[in-house]
Structure formats: structure tokens, C-alpha cells
T-cell receptor, first 114, second 112 residues
Framework: DADVTQTPRNRITKTGKRIMLECSQT?????MYWYRQDPGLGLRLIYY???????NKGEISDGYSVSRQAQAKFSLSLESAIPNQTALYFC?????????????FGDGTRLSIL | DQQVKQNSPSLSVQEGRISILNCDYT??????FLWYKKYPAEGPTFLIS?????DKNEDGRFTVFLNKSAKHLSLHIVPSQPGDSAVYFC???????????FGTGTSLTVIP
């Protein structure tokens, strides 16, 4: 079973709809992250959380919100989806053994907004 | 503004030869660097890292070199194998450790 699980894996929806992407992990990590990947732009950080009560904005948080429901769960919401939010979204986790711990990624959610 | 840059979108190498993937960064405060490998339909997986107190780190066939004065790092894969064909991302962070900044990726094809 995957250590970092993202649901759904693919989603097509319409402009203006509310969408939630979910991430759960079995690694026991405190830190969780949401990224989006666009062609030619690499991965960009949307939000991150270092524990259940901690939420921080990343580079591109506008139009997104997150919820850290438990240590193992971190969800990303698009309140009113727009076409330029079409992208590949990744959730990641990392441990706390020192500040610079590699991140472990889920397999991504491909989101298309029409 | 892209703080971590991978200027080569793609690279093709013959099996058995060396693959060299390059990465440049602009923020002199970055002091920890990582390489990730990504196969289609999968998430990136961690490959190798280097701290700014070192200029080289080696793990099997993979070696990362860091040139702080040039703000440049490179990943060497020797010998290259067909299974190494993937997209490679470099990433950087400051010791505050809050955020990682990723490059745009280089697609490596190893030709059998």
C-alpha cells in the first residue's frame, strides 16, 4: 500500500464548482505539503502544515484553502474552481529529524477545470 | 520568479555512458539541495541530497556536485541505465527548512 495516498487520482469539473482533494499518509510524519505542477513551471508550493494546528501559505495560495483534520490527513480545497487551476497536484510529507528532511510524494491528482 | 532553474528540458544518453543533469539557483541563502526522480503517473521520489558544507555527495551510481560560488549543482549518473529514464527535479531550501523550491525538471532518456 502507498505511504502517501491521494484521492481522487483524476477529476474533471466545471468552472465555479467547489472541489476537495484529499491526502492521507501512513508514514507517521508531522509535516504535510500541497504542490501543483504545471508544464514548464516545475512544482510550486501551495500550502504546508507542520502539525495539526499549524497551517502556512506557500508561494501560490490564492484561490486555495486547506484543512489538517488529523496528523495523517491534509485536504486541499478549491472554493470556486477556475480553468487556470487545471494542473497536476501533489501531496507530500516529511519527518522532523532535523529541518531538512526529504519529502515523500503521493502519485498526484490530475485536475481539469472546464 | 524562478529561484531554481533547470535550463535543459531534455537529455538523451547512451546506455553505459555518463548522464549529467544541471541545476542553477539564484538565492544565496539556499543551503540544502536535493534531487528527485519522477516516472510518469507517479509522484517524485527522493534520490540524493547535499548540504552546502559539502561540495560532493555520492550514493552508488549517483553523485551530486555543488559549486556554491557559481550557484550551480549537477547530478552525475554513471553508468546510465535504461531504467534511469525519467524526469529529474532539483530542489533547494534554506536552513529554516520551511519551503523547498523546485526546478522545472529535465527529462532524461537513456537509449539501450
Amino acid at each position: 500500500d502507498a505511504d502517501v495516498t491521494q484521492t481522487p487520482r483524476n477529476r474533471i469539473t466545471k468552472t465555479g464548482k467547489r472541489i476537495m482533494l484529499e491526502c492521507s499518509q501512513t508514514k507517521g510524519h508531522d509535516r504535510m505539503y500541497w504542490y501543483r505542477q504545471d508544464p514548464g513551471l516545475g512544482l510550486r508550493l501551495i500550502y504546508y502544515s507542520f502539525d495539526v494546528k499549524d497551517i502556512n501559505k506557500g508561494e501560490i495560495s490564492d484561490g486555495y484553502s486547506v484543512s489538517r483534520q488529523a496528523q495523517a490527513k491534509f485536504s486541499l480545497s478549491l472554493e470556486s474552481a477556475i480553468p487556470n487551476q487545471t494542473a497536476l497536484y501533489f501531496c507530500a510529507t516529511s519527518g522532523t529529524g532535523g529541518l531538512n528532511q526529504p519529502q515523500h510524494f503521493g502519485d498526484g491528482t490530475r485536475l481539469s477545470i472546464l | 520568479d524562478q529561484q531554481v532553474k533547470q535550463n535543459s528540458p531534455s537529455l538523451s544518453v547512451q546506455e553505459g555512458r555518463i548522464s549529467i543533469l544541471n541545476c542553477d539557483y539564484t538565492n544565496s541563502m539556499f543551503d540544502y539541495f536535493l534531487w528527485y526522480k519522477k516516472y510518469p503517473a507517479e509522484g517524485p521520489t527522493f534520490l540524493i541530497s547535499i548540504s552546502s558544507i559539502k561540495d560532493k555527495n555520492e550514493d552508488g551510481r549517483f553523485t551530486v556536485f555543488l559549486n556554491k560560488s557559481a550557484k550551480h549543482l549537477s547530478l552525475h549518473i554513471v553508468p546510465s541505465q535504461p531504467g534511469d529514464s525519467a524526469v529529474y527535479f532539483c530542489a533547494a531550501s534554506r536552513n529554516t527548512g520551511n519551503q523547498f523550491y523546485f526546478g522545472t525538471g529535465t527529462s532524461l532518456t537513456v537509449i539501450p
